[in-house]
């Protein structure tokens, strides 16, 4: 590619609303732009790094026997009443109307339009166990899209079904996936750890997701330090032995008991003193639910931490935020947060109060259910807290013993970019999807679902790949491997023709080539190749052509070499 002809939309300035590098850089390189809130345009440079990593990734589902297909984005509403998700799955899901007035979703998952498929395509379980994916657009209405394309509301993911006859076989499907997806993130570069998540809401016998690890992750994951013993927080707070977690306080549990849920009752339990970060939670509560008079605000929820209370928080702030809404039921609730009856209640004022005495209901709820928006109201604005504050809260803290007993325990934060789940036979058993067993006799399939966030792993991996001059992309995915630089080409026949040469033969021997031609200044170059991340660079000049060489600098390197310009391409092998 020569540059003179190619979008190199760099900009110098740093966005004001990107907030983490990854957005920062992905801006100011030119690899994406904002058309709204989570909707990106994908330019060149970044799209050509976006199909690197799909193509990582085809390979190695194509590797594991997975074969791929390709399912409409547009899903009709029947499929997910039939599974009961038209209902259950909240303001995530976006939904329209056909001219005929028939409802339609734009697809947030596709396990209701792959069961569908499956229950009329597969007859024997000879035919199983099957595995099928798909590299593919959805939408999510995130209610706070941010981060660019790391958390979109239109973004690219990769899913995989599978279908079985046995438990057993479920199994090995979901250990195959397993070494893929380590396969897979090792051939990114990315520093990775795979972590034990909770599949219970689902009610799948088996799940764990893949965290890059980044100061700018949104969840926290936990290690052992002398095991192999790791989980994300809400699975390790489960985990943790329950004894520690302190009882609750006489007040807390009337306040949770269903029966005592009114006014007076939860102002008399806020008298007491109120710290800073419960004060902090509540406006934002308030704020959200200001914030969306009108339409459906959603369930708003107040978390109240181990022994303390609040006084400030009075009855009239809480009313009057918003018009009555529809209140979760105890066992949304309880679905959502995996709170013990009891610990936890709904109370009944104009915003839903969710009472919780522990950190750890805090963090279930951090990232509780990925089931209905309602439930994730919350998970937004806690969010939104100063990173390292929903720590604080927590009652799995750092140097904890490990629940297996060898090691002590270290949080770290993780950027979710796969997930796979034992499913079970939810969906094959709500879509009736059956298949003749040895016997001749009908027998429901088990599934197992595997996705990875193909888009969000450009941006996690630029969060782990960078300097302060810019992205720092490992080979396998860089835009470009290698750019040649002319320096003063436009007016020196030489340099010109010995970089076009030499641009023809990296091309030759395989190499994606950026030829930068531009009549620009050498520092705005030099300057555009860091910011983009190319990994090697040769620059063409006329004083290095009187002495035979070309001037080649890695992008991490400190210094700059002379190389001979017969050996250029065996220098870079
Ligand atoms: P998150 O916890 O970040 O909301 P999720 O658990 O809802 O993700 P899954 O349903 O497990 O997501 O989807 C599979 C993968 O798709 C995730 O592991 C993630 O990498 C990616 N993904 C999910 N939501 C988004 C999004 N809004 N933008 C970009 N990628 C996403
Ligand atoms: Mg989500
Ligand atoms: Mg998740
Ligand atoms: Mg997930």
Not at 99 to 106: A, I, K, L, Y
Not at 299 to 306: D, F, I, P
Not at 453 to 481: C, K, M, T, Y
């Amino acid at each position: 590619m020569r540059a003179s002809r190619y979008l190199i939309a760099t900009q110098k300035e740093t966005p004001a609303d990107a907030e983490i590098i990854s957005h920062q850089l992905m801006l100011r390189a030119g690899l994406i732009r904002k058309l709204a809130a989570g909707l990106y345009t994908w330019l060149p440079m970044g799209l050509r790094t976006l199909r690197k990593v799909e193509r990582i990734v085809r390979e190695e589902m194509d590797r594991s026997g997975a074969q791929e297909l390709l399912m409409p984005a547009v899903q009709p509403a029947e499929l997910w009443r039939e599974s009961g998700r038209w209902d259950e799955y909240g303001g995530e899901l976006l939904r329209m109307n056909d001219r005929h007035g028939r409802e339609f979703c734009f697809g947030p998952t596709h396990e209701e339009v792959i069961t569908d498929l499956i229950r009329n395509e597969l007859k024997s379980y000879k035919q199983l166990p099957a595995n099928f994916f798909q590299i593919q657009t959805k939408f999510r209405d995130e209610r706070r899209p941010r981060f660019g394309v790391m958390r979109a509301r239109e973004f690219i993911m990769k899913d995989a079904y599978s279908f079985h006859i046995s438990a057993e076989s479920l199994d090995e499907t979901y250990q195959l996936m397993h070494r893929t997806y380590c396969a897979i993130f090792d051939r990114l570069g990315l520093d990775y750890r795979p972590v034990q998540a909770d599949s219970g809401a689902i009610g799948g016998s088996g799940s764990q997701e893949f965290h890059v690890l980044a100061s700018s992750g949104e969840d926290a994951i936990v290690f052992s330090t002398g095991s192999d013993y790791a989980a994300n927080i809400e699975k390790a707070e489960a985990m943790a032995p329950a004894g520690e977690r302190p009882a609750p306080t006489q007040a807390m549990t009337e306040v949770a008991t269903p029966g005592q849920r009114t006014i007076a009752n939860i102002t008399e339990f806020l008298k007491e003193d109120v710290t800073q970060t419960v004060k902090t939670l509540l406006v934002k509560a308030e704020a959200e639910a200001g914030a969306e008079e009108g339409s459906d605000p959603g369930l708003v929820a107040l978390v109240l931490r181990g022994d303390h209370s609040l006084n400030e928080i009075k009855a009239e702030n809480l009313a009057g935020v918003a018009d009555p809404l529809t209140m979760a039921t105890d066992e949304e609730i309880q679905h959502a947060t995996g709170c013990a009856p009891g610990s936890i209640g709904p109370v009944n004022l104009p915003v839903p109060v969710i009472v919780d005495r522990s950190a750890a209901h805090l963090a279930d709820f951090v990232c509780g259910a990925n089931k209905d928006d309602v439930h994730l109201t919350g998970v937004n604005w806690l969010r939104d807290l100063p990173l390292g504050r929903v720590e604080d809260l927590r009652n799995v803290v750092e140097g904890d013993a490990s629940p297996c007993g060898q090691g002590t325990l270290e949080i770290r934060r993780g950027i979710e970019v796969g997930h796979i789940f034992k499913l079970g036979n939810k969906y094959s058993k709500a879509l009736n999807a059956t298949v003749l067993d040895e016997n001749g006799k009908t027998a429901t399939m088990s599934m197992g679902c595997y996705g990875i966030g193909v888009s969000r792993i450009v941006a996690a991996s630029i969060e782990q790949n960078h300097d302060d001059r810019g992205i720092l992309w490992p080979d396998a995915i860089a835009p470009f491997r290698v750019a040649v630089v002319l320096l003063n080409g436009h007016k020196s026949p030489a340099v010109a023709e010995a970089g076009e040469k030499l641009y023809q033969q990296l091309q030759q021997a395989g190499y994606d080539v950026l030829l930068d031609d531009r009549n620009e200044r050498p520092g705005v170059k030099f300057a555009d190749m860091e910011l983009t991340g190319i990994p090697h660079r040769f620059v063409v000049s006329d004083r290095g052509l009187e002495a035979g060489t070309l001037e080649y600098k890695g992008r991490s390197d400190a210094d700059k070499q002379d190389v001979a310009l017969a050996d250029a391409i065996s220098f870079l092998k």
